[in-house]
């Protein structure tokens, strides 16, 4: 069956960097679009990064861009978000969902938790 | 960026209750609307896909709603099983945005 895991979460200080990664199984990866959405604690969701099923698309949410980069590795079915100069206000809950492009997301991962405290 | 309104953000129902859950969007998406389900430590389900079509799998309780601006996902009879915080998501344009989700709780 289709399966989202992510990984790379932990506790950073200010300033400094994470990769997430989200492995992908149980489907044909390059059919698909992945996205990164987040939920800061007792927040609503916000959508973060997209990437196309190519990588030739990567829109960014304004809050990351510049700071956070997205990718994938379509031969590994690994999606990526590499996360530079981080906030308290990064602190949340990752997720990854993919989707037909332009779709709505049809399957999600259970997320990993990004700490982000001084 | 379009804002995603939705209401209300709290709803106390009994089993076998019928509900409404509504979304407005600050400007036209057509039908680029998803409603999903999402339950403690799970992943969010999908239970309608442009606007008003059933994701295979789900109950046909569910039912989903609206175009352009106004969009409603209405479970026609609840089971305990549904007791859960309920949200959309437009998908018409970057950046896609969330409706801030609908707790449903058991009166």
């Known amino acids: 069956q289709v399966q989202l895991v992510e990984s790379g979460g932990g506790v950073v200080r200010p300033g400094t960097s994470l990769r997430l990664s989200c492995a992908a199984s149980?489907?044909?990866?390059?059919?698909?679009?992945l996205h990164w959405v987040r939920q800061a604690p007792g927040k609503g969701l916000e959508w973060v990064a997209s990437v196309s099923k190519y990588g030739t698309v990567t829109p960014y949410a304004e809050s990351v861009k510049g700071r956070f980069t997205v990718s994938r590795d379509n031969s590994r079915n690994m999606v990526s978000l590499q996360m530079n100069s981080l906030t308290i206000e990064d602190t949340a809950v990752y997720s990854c969902?993919?989707?037909?492009?332009?779709?709505?997301?049809?399957?999600w991962g259970q997320g990993t938790l990004v700490i982000v405290s001084s | 960026d379009i804002q995603m309104t939705q209401s209300p953000s709290s709803l106390s129902a009994s089993v076998g209750d019928r509900v409404t859950i509504t979304c407005r969007a600050s400007q036209d998406i057509r039908i680029d609307l998803g409603w999903y389900q999402q339950k403690p430590k799970e992943a969010p389900k999908r239970l309608i896909y442009a606007a008003s079509s059933l994701q295979s799998g789900v109950p046909s309780r569910f039912s989903g709603s609206g175009s352009g601006t106004e969009f409603t996902l209405t479970i026609s009879s609840l089971q305990p099983e549904d007791f859960a915080t309920y949200f959309c998501l437009q998908h018409d344009s970057f950046p896609y945005t969330f409706g801030q989700g609908t707790k449903l709780e058991i009166k």
């Open positions: 969902a993919r989707n037909i492009w332009s779709s709505s997301f049809d399957s």
């Open positions: 149980g489907f044909t990866f390059t059919n698909y679009g």
